[in-house]
């Protein structure tokens, strides 16, 4: 099996032949991502040197080939770092050798999970956000499970976007490339020793793509790119940005995906038992998984083992090609596979008889999945009268679209003091039981007030101390002066109350409710008691109105107490998001319902003892239990505007009756015991409860265990008989 697992180990090898004796381990772990889920990852690679471990985004393989090699010698005498290195190893080859215990996957018919981004790590540029943090806690659990899956994605070479904000608040984007040969990545190689290649035909051209192999623990992740000699320079730049704003690129790189990434698997001697698609922009996997590994022509033999997961009912998340657009870019790989133009339009229409509607992807998975989740129970209900009409047959309860609601791999999320903490009070492998609520019940309970506020209190000032060194950095760099921008880094304090708004900078997230009533917001942060609030995110080239929003919100920091205590951050990337999680007491996410699928980043902050004020949509509809936070309506209003003021006065008035003197009434210790009190509710409650354990078992139980028995048949897949092509 040419699999690219000999590729890996010869990489790690070459880099090791570059290091001191010594650090010859450190080359291996740094081709595996295992590292960087594990206590104490911080001191690992970044004992050898600080500075440049910073300046190469934390990427283990740039910083052990660009290091000087004084500073490696003396890495290699430091007896304490080796020490560490040795159990680093011995913890990563045990992790490999583990087998799960009753595991109804085999290792022969694994789960391939497509996506078309993966949040591994911050040194791996191919996420956005969400959705990628989503596919790789997903990928992590199903190392640490010993579940049999690999993941299935696309090598971006400038990765997405990159966010400077001028000092009117304009967003800037730009793009820096990444080299895969300076990254924890290797090029899977064929019995020839030549880089292993695939062919789809794409526009009138046959697009080649080469292979990389991530490791993520005992999970190899596949990384499509076309930037090859062999092809036109079009199609290089199919594999150059994540969501590329050119329509007819997008769907080049949905097809090179979807069907280059299963030709990719069947090259490699890899035959999956399950598909798992995860959301639209891979839907075309599964009829390359019926022509190629099932050897048939009827397009719903492949459902039953097919899962199709749907993240949004965001009409962006949801893209559609008019039917000329499609032909154009997917006409030549229609007729080559047999499956033919019509019959693809079909299957990708809501309606496959309007030959005037276009084709949209989300449909596509829809048709041909024999299992359909949407990513909590309220986008169940939402995602099955969204899409009830391809089942019109069917009474809304009946549509056969289920709900799965997403989790987060604590061992990625957790801050260090906080799993130093859980490690004293909770059970040996107390993230390997994550989904025990009655074991998180009775421990968490027992941690005096005392420990749990200092850890808290530990990271925030973590945070605080990177606000003041970032804040000068950023305002420096948008043109403001020194003593302005020295002022303002001064004022963050370690001890105030610390709100955090962290995500993608849509209309539908609603950061302009945070600054709709002006007055209110001054008062409050002009008050007696010390508040700060750290806002961080991104909107997309194309999204004009999420630009507005963030210079509306420049507009109204420049002076005043607003200058002082409210801070933006560039560049929301995975780092961020981590010291935002871990450092904020509060953590706010104001969705209009019912437009929130599942939501991650209030899962990620209540594991590091953070509340929530959030809408009553997505996962905190069914998480809020009136002790472990706060909530805003989740009711659906077609008057936005009227819906928005509601909630706006409403998050005033919890923010400045309840929050705010809550964080702020003390003991005679100085400790904040009622705050406290929520914290061990929300942590006891969330975080059993919406951990990619319960999930991923979930997953398993549900889609991909009935997928692999001979016996199971699909779900009546909406269609297919009018399709032409048989029951399905």
């Not at 997903?138 to 090598?155: C, E, N, T, Y």
Request: hydrophobic content about 40%; aromatic content about 6%; some cysteine.
């Amino acid at each position: 099996m040419h699999d690219g697992a000999r590729d890996i180990r010869l990489a790690a090898q070459r880099l090791a032949d570059c290091l001191p004796a010594p650090l010859g381990g450190l080359a291996r772990l740094a081709y595996n991502y295992h590292w960087s889920w594990q206590a104490g990852r911080e001191e690992l690679f970044g004992a050898i040197d600080r500075e440049r471990w910073r300046f190469v985004n934390a990427n283990p393989v740039r910083l052990l080939r660009e290091t000087t090699p004084q500073r490696l010698q003396a890495a290699a005498e430091d007896r304490g770092l080796i020490r560490r290195i040795e159990r680093a190893e011995t913890l990563l080859d045990a992790h490999l050798a583990r087998r799960a215990a009753g595991c109804t996957v085999s290792a022969e018919r694994p789960v391939a999970f497509f996506c078309a981004e993966f949040a591994i790590h911050e040194s791996l540029p191919i996420y956005a956000g969400g959705l990628g943090a989503l596919a790789g806690d997903l990928l992590k659990q199903a190392s640490d499970d010993a579940l049999p899956m690999v993941g299935v994605g696309l090598l971006y070479r400038q990765g997405y976007f990159r966010q400077r904000t001028d000092a009117s608040g304009r967003q800037h984007e730009y793009w820096t490339d990444s080299d895969p040969e300076h990254l924890p990545a290797a090029l899977v190689t064929g019995g020839d020793g030549l880089p292993l290649e695939v062919e789809v035909q794409i526009g009138g051209a046959a697009v080649v793509a080469q292979v990389w192999r991530v490791n993520v623990g005992r999970v190899p992740l596949y990384l499509l790119d076309s930037d090859v000699e062999e092809n036109q320079t079009a199609a290089r730049w199919i594999t150059s940005r994540l969501y590329i704003s050119n329509p007819d690129l997008r769907l080049a790189q949905c097809l090179l995906l979807g069907v280059g990434g299963v030709r990719a698997l069947t090259e490699m001697g890899i035959v999956p038992g399950v598909i798992h698609i995860n959301e639209g922009h891979a839907a075309f996997a599964a009829l390359e998984y019926a022509r190629s590994c099932l050897r048939s022509d009827d397009i719903g033999s492949a459902a039953p083992q097919v899962v199709f997961t749907t993240h949004t009912p965001v009409r962006a998340g949801n893209p559609t090609y008019p039917a000329e657009e499609l032909e154009r870019v997917a006409g030549a790989f229609a007729q080559r596979s047999g499956i033919g133009i019509e019959r693809l339009l079909r299957l990708g229409r809501s309606r496959p008889d309007e030959a005037g509607e276009p084709f949209g992807l989300t449909q596509l998975g829809l048709r041909t999945s024999g299992y359909a989740n949407a990513v909590s129970r309220r986008h169940g209900e939402v995602a099955r009268s969204m899409w009830g009409h391809l089942w019109p047959q069917a009474p809304p309860e009946r549509v056969p679209i289920g709900a799965i609601t997403n989790g987060v791999h604590l061992p990625t999320w957790i801050g260090a003091p906080m799993r130093m903490l859980l490690q004293r009070h909770l059970p040996a492998g107390w993230h390997a039981a994550a989904a025990e609520v009655s074991l998180w019940a009775a421990a968490v309970q027992g941690i005096p007030a005392t420990e749990l506020w200092s850890v808290r209190s530990q990271q925030r000032a973590k945070l605080v101390d990177e606000l003041r060194r970032r804040s000068v950095i950023e305002r420096l760099s948008r043109g403001e002066g020194l003593e302005a921008a020295s002022a303002g880094a001064g004022a963050f304090d370690p001890d105030a109350l610390t709100i955090g708004f962290g995500r993608r900078l849509t209309a539908y997230k609603r950061l302009d409710l945070l600054i709709a009533d002006i007055p209110s917001l001054r008062a409050l942060l002009a008050g007696e008691h010390a508040i700060q609030i750290v806002i961080s995110g991104k909107a997309h080239p194309d999204d004009e109105t999420g630009k507005h929003v963030l210079g509306a919100l420049f507009d109204l920091t420049r002076t005043g107490e607003l200058a002082a205590r409210v801070v933006f951050l560039d560049d929301y990337d995975l780092a961020t998001a981590m010291l935002m999680l871990q450092g904020c007491d509060l953590w706010m996410n104001l969705p209009r319902p019912p437009l929130e699928a599942s939501g991650t980043s209030g899962m990620k902050s209540a594991i590091n003892g953070g509340l929530q004020v959030s809408v009553l949509d997505g996962w905190w509809a069914e998480a809020y239990d009136g002790e472990n936070g706060w909530a805003l309506s989740g009711e659906v209003d077609p008057d936005t505007n009227a819906q928005d003021a509601r909630h706006g006065v409403e998050l005033q008035r919890l923010l400045r009756e309840e929050i705010v003197p809550l964080f702020h009434e003390r003991d005679e210790h100085r400790i904040p015991q009622g705050w406290v009190t929520r914290i061990r509710a929300s942590i006891s409650s969330i975080v059993p409860a919406f951990s990619t354990k319960r999930m991923l078992a979930e997953y398993t139980a549900e889609a991909y265990s009935r997928a692999q028995r001979p016996a199971h048949r699909a779900r009546e897949a909406p269609g297919l008989d009018a399709v032409g092509h048989g029951s399905g």
